[in-house]
T-cell receptor
Framework: DSGVTQTPKHLITATGQRVTLRCSPR?????VYWYQQSLDQGLQFLIH???????AKGNILERFSAQQFPDLHSELNLSSLELGDSALYFC????????????FGPGTRLLVL | AQSVTQLDSHVSVSEGTPVLLRCNYS??????LFWYVQHPNKGLQLLLK??????LVKGINGFEAEFKKSETSFHLTKPSAHMSDAAEYFC?????????????FGTGTLLAVQP
């Protein structure tokens, strides 16, 4: 158990809908990273938040957004969902923004029908 | 730009025989390299990491990896495979920019262990 929690574990929804994925970092960690794992793209970095501030964006679609709240949990919002958004979404947390180890949550599996 | 290439998409070994999963990296500066493992329907677990200390890195569950700068390689090895080692393994390089440290994943190697 990494100490990072993600909810829900599974999500099934329809095209065009909007969903919110939640991540709670390890106690004391200030950084939350979001990653997407799909069959065609593999594992790729989406976005990084540190202590409530956005620090970096990767291959994140404009339909996707994220935020980190004062209690340091983070939410990834996916809107106007398409079939191709079906994937496993991971968050990872680390203590800072340096080369610390990132600890991954169990992931949220999203299926868009 | 930083990247990693995993040379084998599938590796099959017999239980009790050595494991070798190959990874080459590309980096414009001294890299931080990692191996993560993903068991079926599970999250990603850190096996080991290299951050410019000792070139031979020991990880969990008997795995180790050797950083070879001259060969730009970071291969993962284990002397004797166990059935529980069957999983997907990812070689990872971190891209550190001061304000952020995103991870770049390889395409993964699926390890099968035959009884």
């Amino acid at each position: 158990d990494s100490g990072v929690t993600q909810t829900p574990k599974h999500l099934i929804t329809a095209t065009g809908q909007r969903v919110t994925l939640r991540c709670s970092p390890r106690s004391g960690d200030l950084s939350v990273y979001w990653y997407q794992q799909s069959l065609d793209q593999g594992l790729q970095f989406l976005i990084h938040y540190y202590n409530g501030e956005e620090r970096a964006k990767g291959n994140i679609l404009e339909r996707f957004s994220a935020q980190q709240f004062p209690d340091l949990h983070s939410e990834l919002n996916l809107s106007s969902l398409e079939l191709g958004d079906s994937a496993l979404y991971f968050c990872a947390s680390s203590s800072g923004t340096g080369r610390e180890t990132q600890y991954f949550g169990p992931g949220t599996r999203l299926l868009v029908l | 730009a930083q990247s990693v290439t995993q040379l084998d998409s599938h590796v099959s070994v017999s239980e009790g025989t050595p494991v070798l999963l190959r990874c080459n990296y590309s980096s414009s500066y001294s890299p931080s390299l990692f191996w993560y493992v993903q068991h079926p329907n599970k999250g990603l677990q850190l096996l080991l990491k290299y951050t410019s200390a000792a070139t031979l890195v020991k990880g969990i569950n008997g795995f180790e990896a050797e950083f070879k700068k001259s060969e730009t390689s970071f291969h993962l090895t284990k002397p004797s495979a166990h059935m529980s080692d069957a999983a997907e393994y990812f070689c990872v390089v971190s891209v550190w920019r001061g304000a952020t440290n995103k991870l770049i994943f390889g395409t993964g190697t699926l390890l099968a262990v035959q009884p």
